[in-house]
């Protein structure tokens, strides 16, 4: 394994080296990011290998920039590391995206997961889509678009509240009506309120059976 890394670095130029380092970083962490744990401990070898390589890569390519007789000056050297920290703020700045905030995003506009007072609930909301403007959230928004519709699916919840419905997950301390049902719900402490267009509303309990047309709600 050894000689075919060195194989992959004999005879590359510098600037072949960082971009052989990058590749291998990115691959690395997209595979860290993507893979179950399960499969990251199977494959730990891969994951040190790509690592390694990118380590070997850009450590080769800082000591071939500086033999080459063409690339020595300040101005030769400010241009090769600031490509290299490019590169890996490039980097940085997908692998949080994607790894962190789009994670972060999605869930915290989950309607679940908001706080149980209506000011607090409004808050938290406003907060995990003021998360949508980031521009963290660029990349991730391309291609994914659930964060957002998380987002949509709650504020559209939480304007029941305007017209005494009541939320999917009720708010403490605040009566409000779900179909012929109404909260505080004498048969459970923590009901959740079930709709859907076409379907009257209801509360679900813990242990409840779920109704036909219900499902997924």
């Not at 179950?36 to 920039?65: D, E, K, W």
């Not at 949508?132 to 391309?142: I, R």
């Amino acid at each position: 394994m050894k000689r075919l890394i060195a194989e992959l670095l004999r005879k590359r130029t510098a600037w072949q080296l960082v971009l052989i380092a990058a590749a291998c970083t990115a691959a690395a962490l997209y595979f860290q990011y993507s893979a179950r744990p399960s499969t990251l401990r199977t494959f730990r070898v891969v994951l040190l290998l790509l690592y390694g390589t990118a380590g070997a890569g850009l450590i080769v390519g800082l000591v071939r920039r500086a033999e080459d007789p063409q690339a020595r000056g300040a101005a030769a050297w400010a241009r090769f590391v600031g490509a290299v920290v490019g590169l890996a703020g490039l980097i940085a700045f997908v692998t949080y995206s994607f790894g962190h905030h789009r994670r972060d995003a999605t869930a915290s506009c989950n309607a679940s997961v908001l706080p149980d007072t209506l000011e607090e609930r409004r808050a938290a909301l406003a907060e995990a889509e003021a998360m949508l403007a980031s521009p963290f959230h660029l990349l991730p928004g391309l291609v994914d678009p659930r964060a957002a519709a998380e987002c949509e699916r709650s504020r559209v919840d939480l304007a029941r509240v305007d017209q005494g419905l009541c939320t999917r997950w009720p708010i403490v301390g605040r009566a409000c009506q779900c179909g012929e049902e109404r909260y505080p719900y004498a048969r459970c402490e923590e009901p959740r309120c079930m709709y859907k267009p076409g379907l009257a509303d209801r509360f679900d309990c813990v242990g409840d059976p779920i109704l036909p047309g219900y499902e997924g709600l």
